[in-house]
DNA sequence: CCTCCTCGAAAGGTACTATCTTTGCTCGGA
DNA sequence: TCCGAGCAAAGATAGTACCTTTCGAGGAGG
């Protein structure tokens, strides 16, 4: 699960899949442009049916429309599935990354400070003990300034508090989030040095949990990521 | 947009993809079974081909996984994409429409009051003055126990705070909320007259959002939803 | 008991046919 | 002369049949 866990692809068509993604949700295809599977396929030297398997896969994705006699057109942005890992991927690598990091970062305050109360109330043993420990990592880690370990850490920290509440809707965004980290880090909007109050956060949230104490770790949750908006948010 | 906003398939593969989709979905395919293109072919009497498309769109979903020599192997739950509209149609449509709609109504919890909030800085005049009026109609319709209609503006209402913030996740989400809602009527969790705590917040709410009071809307957007969530989960 | 080879089954990929829709041209009527 | 309706042709997608590649399993031999 190198990147955000998004299905291995090992067939031939999926660099089709992924240039074609690429352009659409970069704006480089406009709404509204027609693409077909004669040019596709002349394009990437594939045949039509990899083409078409390529495009059905876009199309469930609702990036583009396939009509006949018209062609495949690229449908608007409002009409995207945003949630889609791939899609959220491609917006992150590309050029609009701003705006997705922004939509993502109140997507992260809203869900991740009542996932943090539902991990200290339903969390295991084994989980809560865990918990703790990588916040200790992250203290030795941000003070020693090591960036990329720190992410690491940092995403497992965020990615078992998603899943230890048990909503499984709340563990498929992990992956999102996991982006959303590795998205900040790689586009240098993280301090060089994580901000003491951050590391502090961190332990807060994962004393409480690990002491099912679900209100503190929400509030200490909701804390820590409003320290993450003014990051990504300079407005 | 008759349910959840799906894209409307128009071809033949598509009932190949209703009806796998959804047999994953409910348990009926448990995890690690295998299917193979010529038996899904041979069943629903289409070439292999029309069976490889829907298995690849599945794939997208990261219900299934194609190996070769193997052939195509159902995934564990905890890697479907339990965002994609379809699969959260499927689980609702079928039996484990319960552990959906609490994960759903969780998230629900989590989101809605920070999307009202947003809506409240930033929503257009026209927006303002129609949430008022959809408040005033789902007390009207609510007070004379007109179940249907109520829901269809409720559902307007909620898709209308998620899309005037201007975050394009929230927005996203606006089908999922339709399909919970509906989902909860056709379900018969709903009470037979709205309660009108209910329909006085749901006026509290369209009231604040009207007058820019981000923090207000947000409040009683979450007592809005505390009520929701003693009606869903009854535990 | 381990290793290697062979066989076969199922997915991957290609070429071809059918069908449908759009578009443009022509003919007739006002 | 202009406008509208209808017909025909073209072109692109939908679907089918067929060949190729790959990898897993089972058996034989060391």
Redesign the pocket.
């Known amino acids: 699960m190198s990147d955000s866990g998004r299905p291995i692809g090992?067939?031939?068509?999926d660099p089709v899949l992924e240039t074609i993604g690429m352009e659409i949700t970069c704006g480089e295809l406009p709404a509204g442009h027609v693409?077909?599977?004669?040019g596709i396929g002349e394009r990437f030297g594939?045949?039509?049916?990899?083409a078409?398997e390529a495009?059905r896969v876009l199309e469930s994705m609702c990036l583009v429309q396939?009509?006949?006699?018209?062609?495949?057109t690229v449908r608007p942005r409002e009409e995207w599935n945003v949630f889609d890992p791939r899609v959220i991927w491609w917006r992150l690598s590309g050029s609009d990354r701003d705006a997705q990091l922004r939509s993502l970062t109140e997507l992260r305050i809203a869900v991740e400070p009542l996932a943090a109360a539902s991990a200290a109330r339903g969390a295991s043993a084994a989980e809560r003990s865990r918990v703790v420990e990588l916040a200790t990592s992250l203290r030795k880690l941000g003070e020693a300034a090591e960036l990329t370990e720190f992410m690491e850490a940092d995403v497992e920290f965020h990615t078992l508090l998603l899943r230890a509440g048990g909503n499984e809707m709340f563990a498929a965004l992990s992956n999102v989030v996991g982006s959303v980290l590795r998205g900040r880090t790689q586009l240098g909007l993280m301090p060089h040095q994580p901000v003491p109050e951050a590391l502090d956060l961190h332990e807060a949230v994962a004393e409480a949990v690990a002491a099912g104490r679900a209100a503190d770790a929400e509030d200490a949750m909701r804390k820590l990521l409003a320290e993450v908006r003014t990051a990504v948010l300079p407005s």
Chains 1, 2 share one sequence.
């Open positions: 090992t067939g031939l068509h693409l077909t599977l004669d594939v045949s039509r049916t990899v078409r495009m396939s009509r006949r006699r018209v062609g495949i």
